[in-house]
């Protein structure tokens, strides 16, 4: 009897440390987070055990205040680690393996990321564990270009929420209609924007907040792709208003505002908020190879903008230095590609790189996507003779 009070108050104080941890990471504070998460899984590994689910939870946190402190292979070496230390439950497996997936994935290792997410979706893990480990595969399947699997992952994932009655399924949605935004299904995006504000009604805080301004974001850019540069500016800047200036989605909001303001012909401004997201970035610890390549593709279109060929063709290479390698390449990729041949074309060095993105455009997106309409209007735009002089 005595034992199992005992191990009540271990589990106990671990939750609430743990706990203390993530309000601390929430706040900034990740030195913080990450000494109170180990103390967590101090107690849960010696009340429920190293290989337990609680255990690994808390190992997890502490990874993830690792990176945010610009420790990252340190965090691997943990994670690598627990995994090697055996006798792991399922969901401990599943929840460490997921975590190192991420970080890998971050990192642009993305071979290494579809091993290990592999070994995460076998596990035998309950309903939370294997959400988690589904979800990231679902963004690695974005991240490496294949579109259309990834927002069919994010669908059953939403479909798992509300069955389960999960807030989790406001993420997935989000998730979903930004790969709807980049397969150019821009009916679908509206729609669903709007279903998702309805729904983040009933949600608590802070996830109703993150869900409105997620759907927002996704709304903005699918409204820019298609021209309508006004409506995602306003969509944008309220969105910024609804978080803190210093959050890693504050520099996409910056971002995606470049393609607003440069779709007005704002040009100053869009430069000012490229400032701001460079500026940003240089704060933010471990930044994913994704949220630099998107500021690669900012820079590169507002070069071209001021007319600067030469900065446009470096920002744009420096982007796609970040894409992961595939037989599928991702929106963003092909974005790149196209302002990088825009870019030497410019430059006199003829149009095999805008020709050959064109080709890759109607092929995997088709010839009707915006994308692929875009390209094509920059090859138009480039082989028109010049206006003759007065």
Known sequence: MRTRLFTGRKLQQAAELLEQAHRAERGGGSAEAERLARQAADLYGRAA??????TAGALVTV????????????????LRAALAAGSLEPDAEALLRTALTSLLESEGRYPEAVEEIGRALVADASFAPATQARNVNAALLADLGRHREAAEQYAALVAVGRRERSSFALLAESNRLAQ???LGEHEAVEHG????KEDSAR???????????????????????????ADAEELLHRAQAAIPADDTFALILHVNLVRALLGRGRTGEAHAELDAALSLADRLPALPDTDRSALGLAAATLHLAEGDPAAAERAARAGLALCPP???????ALELRTALGTAETRQGRGEATLTTALADWTEH??????????????????AAPAAPGP
């Open 193 to 196: 924007a709007v279903r998702l």
């Open 365 to 382: 997106f088709g010839p009707d996507h915006h994308g692929t309409a875009a390209a094509r209007a920059a090859r138009a735009a480039l």
């Open 63 to 78: 990874s993830y205040a690792l990176r945010d402190q610009d420790r990252t292979a340190e965090a691997e070496r943990e």
């Open 203 to 229: 949600a608590p805080e802070p996830d109703a907040t993150w869900t409105r301004v997620s759907a927002n974001n996704s709304l903005a850019v699918s409204l820019a792709l298609r021209g309508r540069h």
């Open 49 to 54: 055990g190293p290989g337990a689910a609680q």
């Open 326 to 332: 595939s037989d599928r390449p991702t929106h963003r």
């Open 180 to 182: 709807l935004t980049y």
